[in-house]
């Protein structure tokens, strides 16, 4: 119930590709879910982060697709670049003890 | 703005020591702070959750007695892993709150990677 199931584990794109990740959640209760990204070392950063009352928000070449009877939601990376390469872990949280509970992640690797 | 930040970045010690990790959130106030440990190639797991001026709330199978949590200031939590073993080598991360704003928005900090000899 507590679970978010992320998917692929990892994902080669090339340069000016569109990368995307899925995760999928039990717990009805969820009403946030945010997706960071981490470089190694590094702590995770905010990417990006939606609620079930709207079905798709884009920041940049950032989208979130919300799909609430599905209980999935998926990051779209537009115009991947190098830069990207990284770890992206999806989450999702209530607003009973806004604990987060994170994805499996995924490694993403852009080559030029 | 919401930056967090640890203390040490990284730290060594022997086996048998306590370490003690800093986090502090710098330009908001945080009355929530998680920690999360991180083993390489995988996600980031639960902790504790603290809250200012109380008690940590501890996740399933984490031991109380040797990772303490104080959240002394709403800026200030702190965790010291006790009588540290080498399986205590990990990454911690600390993500805050913020007194203001979206209650389930955390900022993370950079992370402490303690390595146990």
């Known amino acids: 119930q507590q679970q978010v199931k992320q998917s692929p584990q990892s994902l080669i794109v090339q340069k000016g590709g569109i990368s995307i990740i899925n995760c999928a959640y039990e717990n009805t209760a969820f009403d946030y879910f945010p997706w960071y990204q981490q470089f190694p070392g590094k702590g995770p950063a905010l990417l990006i982060a939606?609620?079930?009352?709207?079905s798709e928000k884009k920041e940049g070449r950032f989208t979130i697709s919300f799909n609430k009877s599905a209980k999935q939601f998926s990051l779209h990376i537009m115009d991947s670049q190098p830069g990207d390469s990284a770890t992206y872990f999806c989450a999702a949280s209530n607003n009973q003890g806004g604990k987060l509970i994170f994805g499996q992640g995924t490694e993403l690797s852009v080559k030029p | 703005g919401a930056v967090v930040s640890q203390h040490p970045s990284w730290v060594i010690c022997k086996s048998g020591t306590s370490v003690k990790i800093e986090c502090r959130s710098l330009d908001f106030q945080a009355t929530t702070m998680f920690w999360y440990r991180q083993f390489p190639k995988q996600s980031l797991m639960l902790m504790a959750t603290s809250n200012e001026g109380s008690k940590a709330t501890y996740e399933q199978g984490v031991e109380k007695d040797k990772f303490l949590i104080n959240h002394a200031s709403l800026t200030l939590s702190t965790l010291t892993v006790t009588s540290a073993h080498p399986e205590d080598s990990s990454f911690y991360i600390c993500s805050a709150r913020p007194l203001a704003g979206s209650y389930n928005e955390q900022f993370f900090g950079p992370g402490t990677r303690l390595t146990v000899l």
């Open positions: 939606i609620r079930p009352d709207v």
